[in-house]
């Protein structure tokens, strides 16, 4: 069993930054395939970026190329979403999620709210 | 629009089953890529109640099945209950870090 452990809500300034951490426990975190997704309000499921901590660099989706960093630190099991030049339509809950042995888990989500 | 075309919504009755269907382009269906169904309550994060197309995870009720045919993924729920009234995704995924595609959701109503 993997389990995911969000950080916190955060509140941000359009053109701000914000990072999100999600640190694993169980499984082998060095091979999970870890993604970020989001939820904006209302709507469905958008795919962020990937990485796999023991085989390199992310993966990342066109929509959010140059804005998105996504690193995995293998010593204390944890990976990292930042992202930059923020805007009102980022607002939206923040999700990672692991493949692990074919079963994903997900984390319990992380809100941003992009306000003036 | 989303990638993966599912209707977005269906109804049944306590009791009866209901199939929701997931479409997508053939490399969606692909050696190593695999279709994942969450069900998602209002405010809670999504939950994983198929995977590699037919796989329960476990805890996940029997009645939750998946299938495939060609480019199209089904899930179905048999005996429906009002607890399952929620969001129901499909989504594309690999072991990779390649890109995960979702369907747009289907809203089940239990009437």
């Known amino acids: 069993q993997v389990q995911l452990a969000q950080s916190g809500a955060e509140v941000k300034k359009p053109g701000t930054s914000v990072k999100v951490s999600c640190k694993a426990s169980?499984?082998?975190?060095?091979?999970?395939?870890l993604s970020w997704v989001r939820q904006a309000p209302g709507q469905g499921l958008e795919w962020i970026g990937g990485i796999i901590p023991d085989l390199g660099p992310p993966n990342y989706a066109q929509e959010f190329q140059g804005r998105v960093t996504i690193v995995a630190d293998e010593s204390t099991h944890t990976a990292y979403m930042e992202l930059t030049s923020l805007r009102s339509d980022d607002t939206a809950v923040y999700y990672c999620?692991?493949?692990?042995?074919?079963?994903?888990?997900w984390g319990q989500g992380t809100p941003v709210t992009v306000s003036s | 629009q989303s990638a993966l075309t599912q209707p977005a919504s269906v109804s049944g009755s306590p009791g009866q089953s209901i199939t929701i269907s997931c479409t997508g382009a053939?490399?969606?269906?692909?050696?190593?890529?695999?279709v994942s169904w969450y069900q998602q309550h209002p405010g809670k994060a999504p939950k994983l109640i198929i995977y590699?197309?037919?796989n329960r995870p476990s805890g996940v009720s029997s009645r939750f099945s998946g299938s495939r045919s060609g480019s199209t993924a089904s899930l179905t729920i048999s005996g429906l209950q009002a607890e399952d009234e929620a969001d129901y995704y499909c989504?594309?995924?690999?072991?990779?870090?390649?890109?995960?595609?979702f369907g747009g959701g289907t809203k089940l109503t239990v009437l």
């Open positions: 989504s594309s995924y690999t072991t990779s870090t390649a890109p995960w595609v």
């Open positions: 590699d197309f037919s």
């Open positions: 999620a692991a493949i692990w042995l074919q079963v994903i888990y």
């Open positions: 169980g499984g082998t975190f060095a091979t999970y395939a």
């Open positions: 053939s490399s969606h269906f692909a050696d190593y890529n695999y």
